[in-house]
């Protein structure tokens, strides 16, 4: 697996308040990897990019409030709204049982709970759950990863169940 690209995190929106806050939606609601004196990278929609070191973070119903250092006020913080956050892959703590990096996701084997390989997966995508995307004999399936569907994922194999597989009616 490659380490040395970058990964997006999250997508910063509003400024929030006066003092330079702004909200980010993170693709991984969940992820704690925004701590204090974190370096992180934005490009911004313009293509240009900023490294900024995180101040501070709290959640709120509506995504996370950031505080980065050198963005001290309203204007500053609207300047980056639309930005992309990203980090190089190796500076992320690998995942744990059960959890994944989309990107890590692309040529992993995918077999049944017997060892028969039936494809690969091709990209990973978050719909209401998080979905593979995988080539099976040559065509895409879209297997949700929920109980009853998937058995396990990591970085060097994902089963599935033989429902997965089959054809809507």
């Known amino acids: 697996m490659k380490l040395d690209h970058d990964i997006e995190l999250g997508v910063v929106g509003i400024a929030h308040g006066l003092r330079g806050e702004v909200t980010l939606h993170l693709h991984n609601p969940s992820s704690d990897a925004l701590v204090p004196d974190l370096e992180v990278r934005l490009t911004l929609p313009t293509g240009a990019t ?38 190089l892959r ?16 692309p040529g992993v084997p995918v077999r049944l709970p017997d060892g028969t390989e039936v494809g690969t997966v091709t990209y990973a995508f978050r719909g209401a759950t998080d979905i593979l995307a995988m080539n099976v004999d040559g065509r895409e399936v879209l297997v949700p990863c929920v109980a009853g569907f998937v058995v396990s994922v990591g970085s060097d194999v994902v089963v599935i169940e033989p429902l997965a597989l089959e054809e809507p009616l």
């Open 90 to 105: 190796s500076a992320l703590p690998a995942p744990g049982p059960g959890e994944f990096y989309y990107d890590d996701m």
């Open 50 to 87: 900023r490294t900024l070191k995180v101040l501070a973070q709290r959640d709120t119903g509506k995504g996370r409030i950031v505080a980065f250092e050198g963005v001290t006020d309203r204007t500053a913080a609207e300047a980056l709204k639309g930005a992309r956050l990203v980090m």
